[in-house]
């Protein structure tokens, strides 16, 4: 069973009518939720890895096919689809803890219980919402792309060195991190929370997003450090040959729910 860990009594706000209550949050309610996070993946490993080993097994893939197609440059864009569209690829891992909280020890097959909820068809919709974004986010890396380097590389040290040592090259990495922030951010904000409360409270799409954003804006300094984590995590779980993915993404998914349940007020009983 996960350990309780007793929720700082922060200010709390409401997110809008008839949406739940929001608590103001610290750096140490994030601390919390990974220790959590990592809690519930250790007592439950071999069925987490199995969850998500499909993405460093895709990611590899995605690797030889651009390598392959000669759609290189788009490497790096497809590896961020990891954070756009993590989050609704870890709802098995927030039932898991979801389960392990009520003191059940639970198996593989409630984690993929999830598609029998009577609001998974929201769920669905706010992941194809957040495929939409990653779509649109390829899309105007292979405008940028076009803008700045041109013409397509040799191969991935051609990238390399023609990122680092050319103009052009830190124009692409100036401008493709500055709009690809804004579409993670805009992701983020959508759905940090969003899954998490759909599955415990039964909400539809646009509800859990508000509260979602609200979350956000009510807790700008935490979330912020959140979306570092998570994309510190990306980063080192990606290098060697993103098989540490299959370690980070576990953790952060359960460690996402346990967020959330520090985010939001349960109901009363």
């Known amino acids: 069973m996960a350990s ?15 949406l739940p209550a929001l608590r103001r949050i610290s750096p140490a309610d994030i601390g919390h939720a990974l220790r959590a996070g990592y809690e519930d993946f250790n007592a439950w490993p071999t069925h987490a890895a199995f969850l998500v080993v499909i993405y460093p097994v895709v990611g590899l893939l995605l690797a ?17 689809g990891f954070a756009i569209l993590g989050p609704f690829a870890a709802l098995g891992l927030y039932e898991v803890s979801r389960r392990r909280e009520l003191g059940e020890e639970p198996g593989w097959r409630d984690a993929l219980s999830v598609v029998r909820r009577a609001n998974f068809g929201s769920m669905v919709f706010l992941g194809a919402m957040l495929l939409a974004i990653f779509v649109c986010w390829l899309a105007a890396a292979q405008v940028i792309y076009a803008l700045t380097l041109k013409t397509a590389p040799e191969s991935f040290a051609d990238l390399f060195r023609r990122s ?3 103009r052009e090259g830190w ?45 956000v804006q009510h807790n700008p300094g935490p979330m912020a450090l959140w979306g570092l984590i998570v994309a510190g995590g990306l980063v080192l779980g990606s290098i060697p040959f993103l098989i540490g993915l299959a370690l980070v993404l576990p953790i952060l998914g359960h460690a996402t729910w346990h967020l959330y349940r520090r985010v939001v007020v349960e109901e009363a009983q």
């Open 4 to 18: 309780t860990i007793p929720v700082q009594q922060g200010r709390i706000v409401r997110a809008g009518p008839s």
């Open 64 to 80: 030889y096919a651009t390598a392959q197609q000669n759609v290189i440059p788009l490497f790096y864009p497809l590896l961020a």
């Open 164 to 166: 680092l040592f050319t």
């Open 171 to 215: 124009a692409l990495i100036i401008l493709g991190n500055g709009v690809g922030f804004l579409f993670a951010a805009l992701a983020f904000m959508i759905s940090v929370i969003s899954f998490p409360l759909m599955l415990d409270r039964h909400l539809g799409a646009g509800d859990a997003i508000r509260c979602s954003v609200r979350a």
